[in-house]
């Protein structure tokens, strides 16, 4: 990371832009290469990655682009270091932080097949298709994701009120509000607010 910042020190000083960053790009593409992100598990088989190290390379890379290089940036990353989940969450950010809505479509095409175990990027899908309109596929989105991430509270909450506010059938509510309880999780504070306040709305 260092000499990364040493020449990116130097780089900034030279007065072909495009070269430096050129140069930027190859040195930046040879440290991700080289380095790990498949680790041994200590106390049982198999790996477990890591892409921590990887992220704070791109951030410094793209640190350094204009807006406007920046979306082909974080795709070109993706497609070197497709599982990495966290790179994908911040490359749909930015394009959703600069309307780019039809990258955010294409970046989050997969999220319901690959079914990341990453609540963000569920929660922007989700909001994707509500734009669109798409309530159907938003009601399978969250069906996905709480099967994924069973314990996740605030997911489960944002489940059980878009089906209360979206899908109007009683009984798919509290279908999902057993399977919610099943796993343990407690929503029941929040099931009394949001109940009391639907019915206070309609007596008003």
């Not at 260092?2 to 190859?26: C, G, N, P, V, W």
């Not at 607010?193 to 709305?201: C, G, N, P, R, V």
């Given at each position: ?13 030279i007065q072909d832009k495009m070269a430096a960053t050129k140069t930027l790009r190859e040195l930046t593409n040879r440290c991700l290469v080289s380095m790990p992100t498949s680790f041994p598990r200590q106390h049982s088989q198999g790996h477990w990655q ?155």
């Amino acid at each position: 990371m260092e000499y990364l910042k040493h020449h990116l020190s130097r780089l900034q000083s030279i007065q072909d832009k495009m070269a430096a960053t050129k140069t930027l790009r190859e040195l930046t593409n040879r440290c991700l290469v080289s380095m790990p992100t498949s680790f041994p598990r200590q106390h049982s088989q198999g790996h477990w990655q890591d892409y921590s190290f990887h992220n704070k390379v791109v951030d410094l890379f793209v640190g350094c682009l204009e807006k406007g290089q920046r979306s082909s940036a974080y795709e070109n990353f993706l497609r070197m270091m497709p599982n990495n989940v966290n790179l994908n969450l911040r490359a749909v950010e930015h394009a959703f932080a600069t309307d780019d809505i039809q990258l955010a479509r294409s970046l989050l095409a997969t999220v319901s097949k690959e079914q990341p175990p990453c609540v963000g990027l569920w929660q922007l899908a989700v909001h994707l298709h509500l734009q669109d309109g798409n309530i159907n596929k938003v009601s399978r989105l969250y069906k996905q994701a709480t099967r994924l991430l069973p314990h996740h509270a605030p997911l489960w909450k944002d489940y059980i009120l878009f089906e209360a506010v979206y899908g109007g059938k009683e009984d798919r509510v509290n279908t999902i509000i057993n399977r919610c309880r099943q796993q343990g999780v407690n929503v029941e504070e929040y099931l009394s607010t949001i109940f009391k306040t639907s019915s206070t709305s309609s007596k008003s």
